[in-house]
């Protein structure tokens, strides 16, 4: 089936929801360390985490997983799930988190159209935590054309707008 029309630019990802072997120690990471808000428990098997008050921006559960392992690497399944910060400040502060917490990167980059750090949370579930450049700053090749690249990202000069 052809696809006509672009979807809506009003179309947001709303939430990521992800099976978990351990809620405390899943809290643990996504409250305790990243900071957001538990919601709402559902007793000892899942949590809603947000921020800034919004229903839930994360759900943890461990209704098919309590007690799994996270997948073999060459399975299929979820890569990452991204965490759009609003400011480099604000990224500044949760790389300080990590560091305080021990947590960790896999990996940290400048992408041109934005700043990311790549970690992994208890489960083995891939996360970014990144904040977007605004679009004037976005690299352009001649003609015009988005031109992201991947370069290593000076974390002293991030840490330093903490």
């Keep these: 089936m052809p696809v006509t029309a672009p979807i809506d630019s009003g179309v947001r990802i709303g939430h990521t929801h992800l099976k978990v072997a351990n809620l405390e120690r899943s809290l643990v990471f996504w409250r305790d360390v990243l900071g957001f808000e538990v919601t ?18 994360i759900g943890l559960n461990t209704w098919e997983s309590e ?18 910060y609003p400011t480099r400040g604000a990224l500044a502060v949760a790389l300080k988190r990590l560091i305080a917490a021990g947590i960790p990167l896999d990996g940290a980059a400048d992408h041109g159209v934005s700043e990311a750090l790549y970690l992994h949370d208890p489960d083995g579930n891939g996360v970014e935590l990144y904040r977007d450049r605004p679009m004037s700053e976005w690299p352009r090749t001649s003609d015009g054309q988005l031109a992201m690249f991947t370069k ?6 991030l840490l330093n707008e903490a």
């Design 40 to 57: 709402q428990l559902f007793g000892k098997q899942a949590a809603f985490l947000s921020a800034g008050g919004y229903h839930h921006h």
């Design 67 to 84: 007690g799994g392992q996270p997948p073999a690497p060459g399975t299929t399944g979820l890569y990452h799930v991204a965490i759009l």
């Design 152 to 157: 290593a990202l000076d974390l002293g000069s």
